[in-house]
């Protein structure tokens, strides 16, 4: 009895040892990560009332291998920006939804960055971290109790990370900055940086200031169908102004922007200028016929627009540029991810309010963007 559990306890540890070097094989930053260029434009005229800047990279899986890559990856667009004259004490910058998510993989094998979905991604990350996540997943409520494990076994490291890339862009360049949204868990600030807490997750965005600090966290109020099985909502109550040089921001992320609650508390909060930051269909869903809301639509929807109008059409109606007004605003921007990676190949382009004037940033296929819109 004793030579057979020696024998058996051999095997384990043997096995052990054996997945604990197959897990650390393989893992470091891929060979290189594309820079597929971008288009800019501009919108009105410099009155010294500062900018509303929206950043549009377009991304790729090997972006996000190490917090290094991804912010050297930002800070070439920010470095463009720079060269256009668009960076001043009193510019907002504006990241998408989801920017700051994908950092989950960092460090991961680089069979990861070559997936060429986001299940075999995850799946990927699963196998080489299974006792983490073993622990996160017994932490899980969610009803997807896997994916939420991802995201729960990862968000001390994706906060730092978002907070290392943000903090340090807006105070290198001396501007307020939205970053990209992340999936953490109930995160919050404690002396000025972004934290992972342990609470329910949520699809949140840190705002902060030209010296680096964080100021504010945004929180998704109306998760997709789609997040709903990993995403908790936050409060329509809980959206607040957020004081910038440039006045009062309202940042929305994405379907929230299609909800006149939001508007409504907006208003409330008295704000200047409103910016969402959003992920974007892909498929070719931009120029297809709408599906409609995925949840009960507002009253003042048109149930005869699911189908006839496209969907780029329908944000254009009942997104920002239609619902901007009843905020007390005349002056937004919506910027929308942009890559390709893992199958996602968004294609949803910048929305534009200026004045009551709205107008869409040209398709530019394969490139990201920066879009400039004086306040």
């Not at 470095?79 to 960092?106: D, F, H, K, S």
């Not at 968000?155 to 290198?172: G, K, M, Q």
């Not at 002396?191 to 949520?202: F, N, Y």
Request: hydrophobic share 45%; proline share 6%; glycine share 12%.
């Amino acid at each position: 009895m004793a030579r057979r559990f020696r024998w058996g306890a051999a095997a384990a540890i043997g096995g052990a040892a054996g997945y604990l070097a197959w897990s650390r094989a393989g893992r470091g930053t891929p060979n290189r990560a594309d820079c597929d260029g971008w288009v800019t434009e501009s919108h009105g005229r410099d009155a010294g009332r500062g900018n509303l800047l929206g950043m549009e990279p377009f991304m790729r899986a090997a972006d996000y291998a190490s917090a290094r890559r991804f912010r050297g990856k930002l800070a070439t667009y920010m470095e463009a920006a720079r060269a256009e004259g668009w960076l001043q004490p009193n510019t907002v910058v504006i990241w998408p939804e989801y920017l700051g998510a994908w950092l989950a993989a960092m460090g991961e094998k680089r069979t990861v960055y070559d997936a060429n979905g986001v299940s075999r991604a995850m799946a990927g990350i699963v196998a080489a971290n299974l006792p983490a996540f073993a622990a996160a997943w017994a932490r899980s409520r969610e009803p997807n109790r896997a994916q939420g494990a991802v995201f729960r076994m990862k968000a001390r490291a994706v906060a730092e990370a978002v907070d290392d890339a943000f903090s340090s862009l807006a105070r290198v360049y001396g501007v307020t900055m939205a970053a990209g949204s992340a999936i953490l868990p109930e995160p919050y600030i404690e002396d000025g940086r972004l934290r992972a807490g342990v609470g329910p997750l949520q699809n949140v965005c840190a705002v902060y200031g030209p010296d680096g600090r964080a100021l504010e966290i945004a929180r998704k109020v109306f998760p997709t169908p789609e997040e709903a099985g990993f995403v908790n909502g936050g409060r329509v109550q809980d959206l607040t102004a957020i004081a910038t040089p440039a006045g009062r921001l309202g940042l929305v992320i994405c379907a929230d922007s299609w909800s006149p609650e939001v508007y409504a508390r907006l208003r409330e909060e008295r704000v200047d200028f409103v910016a969402v930051a959003s992920f974007g269909g892909h498929g070719g869903i931009w120029n297809a016929p709408w599906k409609g809301y995925g949840t009960a639509p507002p009253p003042d929807v048109n149930p005869d627009d699911v189908g006839r109008l496209t969907e780029k059409a329908a944000w254009l109606k009942y997104a920002l540029p239609g619902r901007i007004a009843a905020a007390g605003a005349d002056r937004g921007l919506n910027v929308f991810f942009q890559g390709d990676m893992w199958g996602f190949r968004p294609e949803a382009q910048t929305l534009v309010v200026n004045r009551g004037a709205v107008s869409v940033r040209p398709a530019a296929p394969g490139r990201g963007a920066i879009v400039n819109l004086w306040l």
